[in-house]
């Protein structure tokens, strides 16, 4: 044993490891991207940065050893405590100056605004105090009846301007600090006055921000007694971080609430690096899966970095904005080409001014960090980011304007548009979801992304019209389902992305990521963002059809695209347990595919040349009679839903000729798998699974037709060949029926054959599915053959009567002559002149008429332009009169009337209903072996 001293420290440099991201267990892609390429920067990182070692003096870290990734944000630190002990002697001293109230009167009016604004937030509305000199008044009361409520406001009033002025004196004090300069005491009092001096208004170096122009919080100067606190202050200032800063405001602010508005999960790090990083990589990914390029390198006016103006507002505004600097601070160290210029802009007391101020300063003070790391001249990079943020809001449509324009009236337009709408009115909620997307979408210019966050999901369809009214001026871009990940606290349950429509673009098809993940601490959040960032790189321009992994801690991510169709998304709002997108389906259909490049050499066939007759088709390698492929795949995209169809490649003419080119595209096949049995492919391509995967596949558009089809799922057993015993085979028997023998006996008694064979069938798929399923493709084509063959649609009268099951059935009724005593049959000879009758056939109209109290169709025989004959009787029976006399025409009436046998209405009525139940029982029959295959199908996809 080893007998040298041992001491705390030394175990726990021993013990320190590197922390590391969850170790992925099984990654399954529908896709075989080639080319993918993906530069190292086109994607920023977004993984927290932790400290993986002791620090040097063997120094306790609780990062190393505790929860991982935390770094003690949350704990009080001496800076802290000496921060917050000077501040409170600002506060103080912002009160006394207040209550002196020696303001002028724009600036009373604006603060008393801001006493409305503060009762609003608290549900309080106190009439006797109804204009600003009123609320003074009651100020300068020593004894008022508001005096609680007044007392509140003064101490969050005078806590916001003390904040303020921290701020700046925290920026002055990180310039001098980086330009190795030492703060005078004026310019403690007065910070403004030393930013204006560096950052001349009006010249090149001139510092754009609301923050430092007039307003509410902009009056205070320190009395000259503070002058050493403030010079502790400053010190502080640039040690201190912005978390510290929040959390001592925050912590104020709720003081003040009726209940807590502060979330610890969207207030994170990991949320704030997540929210970047659709920002950020999101839109570049969906660049490059749309246009199929790397996005064009855009720089800033100035700056040399791309303005990426970014609007924050709705619910927990205060919790995203500290996340968002965390993670700022987390990535600031890395290389930028992009730069988000964010916006903080909400309504109410929390969120209105005082935090777009708050977080402007915060943003200048952070460029100077950025400008050090990134090696700009501070200067100059300060000013010209402000300068293109603000020429980038002001422009609509991305258009240099001038520098002497006036853009401060403007109205701003961003880049991208972060909208939270985690809190909802119990009546109507949708109502106020989609007003606040409606309304943020003003303020998106046109292109540009908006993210928003919700609990509830946007589509369905109850809300149909207001969904309708929302796509006519965005497009639906994606989708992020974060309903299953649990312990993610307040991060909602959803988050949509859409974009601005500009006049070249429509689009409703979007890209929907489901998660699934049981977070033991928020800290694994990063998990997320992490497989995404890969998923983006994997999958950089070829866009996969649908998408599991499955990682370390019960961590899953699923991908797939959906369409809005009536208001709804088609596969995501569908809860079937049968259908594709349902998340068990999802992972055993993962499992239990492949795509179908494994089943085939796929060749792409010219078929314009070979259509226009300009050259010979390329169909072999070596001579015309060593085909290159012999199967044929057909898209047939001319419908709403886009169709697969396999056939012989000697069908490629006749195909071209019957489909055309223009909405259809056309594929040679060759099988890679002996014995396969195609037979079966183009079952499972007319099966509803077959129907959702096509669908999914191509999301009804035929572009990138080739890496589609290339990337369609087949199912596994498809690619099986087992032979069946004799035994097994021999059931099977009844069921291999040759075409012409299926008719109206034989499919009944098939139907009820296969009713009473289902769970045998179902016993022998469990060992023998390829062979259950051929039988059944048999069966089916078979009845197809026979269906054809009638051909009959029992809605129509006239096939019926031309098909060959009813003429066949003819020679058993029972006939009369036409003119013989024929109860049924009314003739009205209309010519007094018998020669008339010798007179040819020409038209024949049908007609209506009452004989008797009776109604009776007719119909009128004529010869040129004279009537010569009518004849009435019942419906059917004058229906089949006029289909035979179709055959007659241009002969002489007469030897029409005295040939013309007619059979008793009766017996045509009962022989016509005996033909429709014989299409009928065919129908029922291949209906009944279709749902059989699709269910043996979903099946072996279920259980799998």
């Not at 006394?96 to 603060?111: A, P």
């Not at 369905?460 to 309903?483: A, R």
């Not at 055309?660 to 890679?672: D, M, V």
């Not at 051929?774 to 019926?800: C, F, G, P, R, W």
Request: a neutral charge; aromatic letters at 12%; hydrophobic letters at 35%.
């Amino acid at each position: 044993m080893n007998n040298s001293p041992f001491y705390a420290k030394n175990w726990l440099k021993n013990e320190a490891q590197t922390v590391t991201t969850p170790v992925v267990n099984r990654d399954v892609f529908t896709t075989t991207s080639t080319n993918n390429f993906c530069p190292s920067e086109l994607f920023p990182n977004f993984t927290p940065a932790f400290k993986t070692s002791i620090p040097s003096g063997l120094e306790f870290n609780p990062a190393s050893f505790l929860t991982p990734g935390w770094t003690g944000e949350s704990l009080k630190s001496k800076t802290y405590l000496r921060f917050e002990n000077l501040f409170e002697k600002i506060c103080d001293d912002v009160k006394n100056q207040f209550l002196s109230n020696q303001f002028n009167r724009t600036l009373q009016i604006q603060i008393y605004q801001e006493f409305v604004s503060f009762l609003a937030e608290q549900s309080l509305n106190f009439h006797a105090i109804d204009g600003h000199q009123k609320f003074w008044n009651e100020v300068k009361l020593e004894k008022s009846e508001y005096d609680q409520t007044l007392a509140h406001f003064i101490h969050a009033y005078a806590q916001r301007v003390a904040i303020i002025y921290f701020l700046k004196l925290r920026f002055i004090s990180k310039i001098a600090l980086e330009n190795n300069q030492k703060l005078e005491t004026k310019n403690f009092f007065n910070p403004t006055s030393l930013i204006t001096s560096i950052f001349k208004k009006g010249g090149s170096t001139e510092l754009r921000s609301k923050a430092l122009e007039t307003n509410i919080y902009s009056w205070y100067r320190p009395e000259h007694h503070l002058a050493d606190e403030l010079a502790k202050l400053s010190e502080i200032s640039t040690e201190i971080t912005i978390s510290e800063i929040i959390k001592k405001t925050s912590e104020q602010s709720q003081q003040f609430k009726n209940e807590n508005h502060y979330s610890h999960t969207l207030s994170h790090r990991n949320f704030g690096l997540f929210l970047n990083s659709l920002i950020i990589n999101y839109p570049t990914w969906l660049h490059c899966a749309n246009h199929h390029q790397l996005p064009t390198a855009v720089n800033g006016a100035q700056c040399g970095l791309e303005i990426i103006s970014t609007k924050y507002t709705g619910d927990y505004l205060e919790c995203i904005a500290n996340s968002h600097w965390l993670a700022q601070n987390n990535n600031k160290e890395i290389k930028w080409k992009q730069i988000i210029c964010p916006d903080f802009k909400g309504n109410d007391f929390s969120t209105g001014l005082y935090l777009k101020l708050f977080n402007e300063l915060q943003f200048i003070t952070f460029l100077v960090d950025v400008a050090k790391i990134q090696q700009h001249p501070l200067i100059s990079f300060l000013s010209n980011v402000s300068k293109d943020s603000l020429i980038n809001r002001k422009t609509k449509n991305q258009v240099q304007p001038s520098f002497l324009e006036d853009t401060q009236d403007t109205q701003s337009s961003y880049d991208r548009v972060v909208l939270n709408i985690s809190n909802t009115p119990k009546n109507n909620p949708y109502f106020h979801i989609y007003h606040q997307i409606n309304t943020e979408s003003e303020s998106l210019k046109d292109g540009g992304k908006m993210i928003v966050m919700s609990n509830k999901n946007l589509f369905i369809p109850s809300q149909k019209e207001k969904i309708d009214q929302l796509l006519q001026t965005l497009n639906f871009e994606g989708m992020f389902e974060l309903e299953d990940v649990k312990g993610k606290g307040e991060v909602p349950n959803y988050i949509f992305i859409f974009s601005k429509k500009n006049h070249s673009s429509s689009n409703n098809i979007g890209l929907c990521f489901r998660i699934n993940a049981e977070l033991s601490t928020f800290q694994k959040f990063s998990t997320i963002t992490d497989e995404l960032q890969s998923f983006y790189r994997k999958n950089l321009f070829n866009v996969p059809v649908i998408y599991r992994k499955d990682f370390a801690n019960n961590f899953s991510l699923e991908f797939y695209q959906d369409a809005v169709i009536d208001g709804r998304l088609v596969h995501s709002s569908n809860k079937d347990q049968n259908k594709i997108t349902h998340p068990s389906f999802f992972k055993n259909l993962l499992n239990s595919t492949f795509s179908l490049d494994l089943f085939f050499n796929i060749y792409p066939v010219e078929t314009l040349d070979a259509y226009m007759g300009n050259g010979a088709l390329d169909i072999g390698e070596l001579a015309p009679h060593t085909p290159k492929f012999p199967y044929l795949l057909l898209i047939d995209g001319r419908s709403n839903k886009i169709k697969l169809e396999i056939s012989s490649a000697t069908t490629l003419q006749a195909k071209i000729q019957e489909c055309g080119i223009t909405q259809c595209e056309y594929f040679g096949l060759r099988p890679k798998i002996p014995n396969l049995n195609i037979n079966l492919l183009r079952e499972f391509f007319q099966s509803q699974l077959g129907h959702e995967i096509i669908e999914l596949t191509f999301m009804g558009q035929m572009k990138k037709a080739k890496a589609k089809i290339s990337s369609l799922l087949v199912p596994k057993l498809l690619a099986q060949h087992k032979e069946a015993p004799v035994h097994v085979t021999e059931a099977f028997k009844y069921f291999s029926v040759p075409a012409n023998e299926i008719n109206n006996d034989s499919a009944k008694n098939i139907c009820q054959h296969l009713t009473a064979s289902q769970i045998l069938l179902m016993t022998i798929y469990k060992n023998y599915p390829n062979a259950v399923l051929s039988v059944l493709a048999y069966l089916k084509h078979n009845t197809q053959e026979a269906l054809s063959k009638s051909s009959l649609d029992t809605n129509d009268l006239h096939n019926i009567f031309a098909s060959q099951e009813f003429r066949n059935s003819l020679p058993k009724l029972k006939l009369k002559p036409l003119l013989e005593q024929n109860e049924q049959i009314f003739i009205d000879f209309c010519q007094k002149d018998k020669s008339m009758l010798d007179r040819n056939l020409t038209m024949i109209k049908t007609s209506e008429h009452v004989i008797q109290g009776q109604v009776l169709n007719g119909l009128e025989f004529f010869s040129g332009e004279e009537c010569v004959v009518k004849i009435f009787g019942p419906n059917l029976l004058m229906k089949f009169l006029n289909y035979l006399l179709q055959f007659v025409m241009n002969k002489p009436v007469s030897y029409i009337l005295k040939s013309l046998l007619v059979p008793e209405h009766s017996a045509l009525s009962q022989q016509l209903n005996l033909v429709k139940n014989s299409r009928n029982e065919l129908i029922k029959l291949h209906d009944k072996v279709s749902q059989l295959f699709s269910q043996l199908l979903n099946q072996s996809i279920s259980l799998d």
